[in-house]
């Protein structure tokens, strides 16, 4: 089974200053996928970035970029130059690829980011 | 980018009605959605995995005489909360995966608000 794990229920941050989200996972699987998604209070769920499990370098998106350990199972999301409208629940969500052909996302607990100026 | 549309944005119901939300991929056809389920402070719980012209698949807990799916089109997916109760009260967020896309994202709706008096 798919296990997502993120340890920080909460963080403040300093505007302009970089954070890092921390997210680790547990599968059996080869072929699986990672993802982070923003969510203001507003509700709606914000596509940020994508990792999959064979792609070699790190994903970025603008200011975003994942920092992917395979060995570790880790996939940590950075933030760089926070902005006050980065305050928001971040979520890392799993996808397995091998067994799963309707693309289940498993998502983690969230981490709420609050940015300060 | 592809957009996914639900309807209500919010709705109050009373203890016994039941409430139909209903998720449209707006600019893409879906042959899969999924329906999820948060509650205040938490992360999302996947219901159930909807996929067109065939019967819903629920995860582990979902009783499905109560959260009645129906995916009959391409674009169109609904989720009925049947006699609905104050603990059905939450926040159900339906996603779509993109059938002409190779991309392993899925684009989520804004979300339905569903209050229980």
């Known amino acids: 089974a798919q296990k997502i794990t993120q340890t920080q229920p909460g963080m403040f941050v300093q505007e302009k200053e970089a954070v890092t989200l921390d997210c680790t996972y547990d599968?059996?699987?080869?072929?699986?996928?990672l993802f982070w998604y923003k969510q203001p209070s507003s509700g709606e769920m914000i596509f940020l970035i994508y990792?999959?499990?064979?792609?070699?370098q790190n994903a970025t998106e603008g200011r975003y970029s994942l920092n992917f350990q395979k060995a570790r199972k880790s996939a940590n999301l950075v933030i760089s130059a926070s902005q006050l409208g980065d305050s928001a629940m971040y979520f890392c969500?799993?996808?397995?690829?091998?067994?799963?052909?309707?693309?289940?996302?498993?998502f983690g607990a969230g981490t709420q980011v609050v940015v300060t100026p | 980018g592809a957009v996914v549309s639900q309807h209500p944005s919010w709705v109050i119901c009373k203890s016994g009605t039941s409430v139909k939300i209903e998720c449209r991929s707006l600019?893409?056809?879906?042959?899969?959605m999924f329906w999820y389920r948060q509650f205040p402070k938490q992360s999302l719980m996947l219901m159930a995995t909807s996929n067109e012209g065939s019967k819903a698949t629920y995860e582990q807990g979902v009783e499905k005489d109560k959260f009645l799916i129906n995916h009959a089109s391409l674009t169109l997916s609904t989720l009925t909360v049947t006699s609905a109760h104050p603990e059905d009260s939450s926040f159900y967020i339906c996603s779509a995966r993109d059938l002409g896309s190779v991309s392993y994202e899925q684009y989520f709706g804004p979300g339905t608000r569903l209050t229980v008096t």
């Open positions: 600019d893409f056809q879906a042959t899969t």
């Open positions: 969500a799993m996808r397995d690829m091998t067994t799963d052909s309707w693309g289940k996302l498993q």
């Open positions: 599968t059996s699987d080869q072929s699986y996928g």
């Open positions: 990792q999959g499990s064979y792609d070699e």
